[in-house]
């Protein structure tokens, strides 16, 4: 069965930093991988997708994340954080085998803290 | 906005009592998904309907049931309530079931058992 795992439930940077949250998957055939990020009280937002288009995916705003098939994993980064970056944010998997039907299956989220 | 809507925005219960959750998909999606959100489970898939047809089935409880009706809203049907049912229950909604279609998720419906 796909997975993905997310490595730091917790990571906190300052204004200005870099951002980097980790994210591996577990599948026998490349996947499909998304990012969605979480704001307190709300639903999930679609921050970028992977879909084997190109291995270097921009999403909105200036986050972007590279899918490594040597390393299986699709980490999320973004150049420069900004207080309005904080909010919780989820790796998810589809397809990759088996009969998923565009079904997700999530990581268990990472909490971002950005400090002025 | 993500365009799916999801009634209602909280639900305070007590145990042993029924509620039912609705969702209302995007425009032009004919799949919906359900996911329970909890602190110690995360982000759970319970169940997906194409088109008013059972799709693929999660960790969804024998308790808990689904529909999706014809005009494609879909709801989420939870008995016999129990403390532990407490959570923040998603809906999302995409095109068809193909892997690559992002899912687009309501602001969901927090429900609490007491």
């Known amino acids: 069965a796909q997975s993905v795992t997310q490595l730091g439930s917790h990571v906190s940077v300052s204004e200005g930093a870099l951002v980097l949250l980790r994210c591996n998957y577990s599948?026998?055939?490349?996947?499909?991988l998304f990012w969605y990020v979480q704001y307190p009280n709300q639903g999930l937002q679609l921050l970028l997708k992977?879909?084997?288009?190109?291995?270097l995916v921009k999403g909105i705003n200036g986050f972007e994340a590279e899918f490594k098939k040597s390393e299986t994993s699709f980490h999320l980064t973004k150049p420069s954080a900004h207080m309005s970056d904080a909010a919780e944010y989820f790796c998810a998997v589809s397809g990759g085998g088996g009969t998923s039907y565009g079904k997700l299956t999530f990581g268990q989220g990472t909490i971002l803290t950005v400090h002025p | 906005d993500s365009g799916v809507t999801q009634t209602p925005k909280h639900l305070i219960t007590a145990t042993g009592q029924r509620v039912t959750l609705r969702c209302s998909p995007r425009s032009g999606d004919l799949s919906v998904y359900w996911y329970q959100q909890s602190l110690d489970q995360g982000l759970q898939f319970l169940i997906q309907?194409?088109?008013?047809?059972?799709?693929a089935k999660g960790n969804i409880l024998e308790r808990f049931s689904a529909q999706q009706f014809p005009d494609l809203h879909s709801e989420l049907n939870l008995s016999s309530l129990e403390l532990g049912d407490s959570a923040l229950y998603f809906c999302?909604?995409?095109?068809?079931?193909?892997?690559?279609?992002?899912?687009?998720f309501g602001n969901g419906t927090r429900l609490t058992v007491t």
């Open positions: 992977y879909t084997s288009a190109a291995t």
């Open positions: 309907y194409y088109n008013g047809e059972e799709r």
């Open positions: 599948s026998s055939v490349p996947p499909y």
């Open positions: 999302a909604s995409s095109l068809g079931t193909a892997s690559s279609s992002p899912l687009h």
